[in-house]
């Protein structure tokens, strides 16, 4: 659960994880009334005049009736009394499969959001094969950091569709030298594979699987990336590090599979300036 439209520079942030803990970060004047008490404010919590409150909803001490229990629900009631906007997912704890979520009757303005596949053929691109990145972990190469970044950049171009991947571009060198790694693949056909919505990290998980039973059976023959881009407004990233988006608040994360069934990459874009782990 995640709260919509909420910016965590400036405005109360509303998180519920997947492991039960309900996550508020509050602005100033909003965690002076709330009236529970906050986590140990980091150098970029101080920065922004934002507060921590963590509540574990599912620890045997948290019940109805409870001293806890009953705090929350005085302070929602009584001093956080404002509307949010909400998006909600739910999965099946076995398969992980998003499940449908019953509401109770009085409870109004709900929209289900179907998460649906779009797919689109990238055609007449110059497609790199990243052998210059492949290689054994004992294995020490030379210039293999630039290699791994020159293949972060192509896959960048390639979300986006740029001209510049095309074969037949021709850019004035004035306003762009790129060039596609080398060396290339035979084909000039790629697929791209797009979600949009609010993706639980088990669907994410069932994907990476799926891509990697169509590698071993040969369904594709070279490689294959997934890349996630996560909300940037939430305390709750990176396994509960939090970070702001005005100080570089990248929550995102892309991972290559090459086509040896073995090797796989993941490059994991974190903020400067991340916050202390939440507690």
């Given at each position: 659960m995640?709260?919509?439209?909420?910016?965590?520079n400036?405005?109360?942030?509303?998180?519920?994880?997947?492991?039960?803990?309900?996550?508020?970060?509050l602005?100033?004047?909003?965690?002076?009334?709330?009236g529970?008490?906050?986590?140990?404010?980091?150098?970029?919590?101080?920065?922004?005049?934002?507060?921590?409150?963590?509540i574990d909803?599912?620890?045997?001490s948290?019940?109805?009736?409870?001293?806890?229990?009953?705090?929350?629900k005085?302070?929602?009631?009584?001093?956080?009394?404002?509307?949010?906007?909400?998006v909600?997912?739910?999965?099946?704890a076995?398969?992980?499969?998003?499940?449908?979520?019953?509401?109770?009757?009085?409870t109004?303005?709900?929209?289900?959001?179907?998460?649906?596949a779009?797919?689109?053929?990238?055609?007449?691109?110059?497609?790199?094969?990243?052998?210059?990145?492949?290689?054994?972990?004992n294995?020490?190469?030379?210039?293999?950091?630039?290699?791994?970044?020159?293949?972060?950049?192509w896959?960048?171009l390639?979300?986006?569709?740029?001209?510049?991947?095309?074969?037949?571009?021709?850019v004035?060198?004035?306003?762009?030298?790129y060039?596609?790694?080398?060396?290339l693949?035979?084909?000039?056909?790629?697929?791209?594979?797009?979600?949009?919505?609010?993706?639980?990290?088990s669907?994410?998980?069932?994907?990476?699987?799926?891509?990697?039973?169509m590698?071993?059976?040969s369904?594709?023959?070279?490689?294959t990336?997934?890349?996630?881009?996560?909300?940037?407004?939430?305390?709750?990233?990176?396994?509960?590090?939090g970070h702001?988006?005005?100080?570089?608040?990248?929550?995102?994360?892309?991972?290559?599979?090459?086509?040896?069934?073995?090797?796989?990459y993941?490059?994991q874009?974190?903020?400067?300036?991340?916050?202390?782990?939440?507690k």
């Amino acid at each position: 659960m995640h709260s919509l439209d909420t910016s965590l520079n400036s405005d109360d942030v509303v998180v519920l994880t997947p492991h039960g803990e309900l996550i508020f970060s509050l602005i100033k004047d909003t965690f002076e009334t709330f009236g529970m008490e906050a986590l140990t404010r980091s150098k970029a919590d101080i920065k922004h005049d934002k507060h921590i409150v963590k509540i574990d909803l599912k620890k045997s001490s948290f019940r109805n009736g409870s001293k806890e229990f009953n705090r929350l629900k005085w302070c929602l009631e009584n001093t956080l009394t404002r509307n949010f906007r909400m998006v909600f997912c739910a999965t099946d704890a076995l398969t992980g499969a998003t499940v449908d979520i019953e509401w109770p009757t009085t409870t109004l303005n709900v929209i289900k959001k179907e998460m649906k596949a779009e797919l689109e053929t990238l055609t007449d691109i110059n497609i790199p094969s990243f052998q210059l990145i492949s290689h054994s972990l004992n294995e020490k190469v030379e210039d293999w950091d630039n290699a791994a970044m020159d293949a972060l950049e192509w896959l960048g171009l390639a979300h986006l569709k740029a001209n510049r991947i095309k074969r037949n571009d021709k850019v004035d060198p004035f306003i762009s030298v790129y060039q596609t790694p080398s060396p290339l693949i035979s084909s000039n056909r790629g697929t791209l594979v797009k979600f949009t919505g609010f993706i639980p990290t088990s669907c994410i998980q069932n994907i990476l699987v799926i891509i990697r039973k169509m590698m071993h059976s040969s369904v594709t023959t070279e490689w294959t990336s997934l890349s996630c881009w996560g909300y940037k407004d939430s305390p709750f990233t990176w396994s509960t590090m939090g970070h702001y988006e005005y100080l570089n608040g990248e929550n995102d994360y892309t991972f290559l599979m090459l086509p040896n069934n073995k090797t796989a990459y993941v490059y994991q874009l974190y903020g400067s300036h991340h916050t202390t782990r939440l507690k």
